[in-house]
């Protein structure tokens, strides 16, 4: 089992900067890969960027790419994902979720954190 809790979302006007932090607990030590997700009122959850564990290999929604950076803290069990030259239409509720080593899709997630982006 892995615990994630994320936090750092907040309302901030279009063209700000926020960190989103993602502690994980519990058998850490069998995260293969963190993901950011998010979800705004009406749409479905969308893949936002994602990194391995140990490599730190990442990638990132067309999107977001550009203006997001995907990072973690392996000492620290926590993951990053630092939203640079935020847009309206990037306000929505952000997840962090887990992969584990040997299994296919994401099995852990956090409550989520809203962020809103002001025009």
């Known amino acids: 089992q892995v615990q994630l809790v994320e936090s750092g979302g907040r309302l901030v006007q279009a063209g700000g900067s926020l960190r989103l932090s993602c502690v994980a607990s519990?058998?850490?030590?069998?995260?293969?890969?963190m993901g950011w997700f998010r979800q705004a009122p009406g749409k479905e959850r969308e893949f936002v960027a994602g990194?391995?564990?140990?490599?730190?290999?990442?990638d990132y929604a067309d999107s977001v790419k550009g203006r997001f950076t995907i990072s973690r803290d392996n000492a620290k069990n926590t993951g990053y994902l630092q939203m640079n030259s935020l847009k309206p239409e990037d306000t929505a509720v952000y997840y962090c979720?887990?992969?584990?080593?040997?299994?296919?899709?994401?099995?852990?997630w956090g409550q989520g954190t809203q962020v809103t982006v002001s025009s």
């Open positions: 990194i391995t564990w140990r490599g730190g290999s990442t």
């Open positions: 979720a887990a992969q584990l080593v040997g299994v296919g899709d994401y099995r852990y």
């Open positions: 519990g058998r850490t030590f069998s995260i293969f890969r």
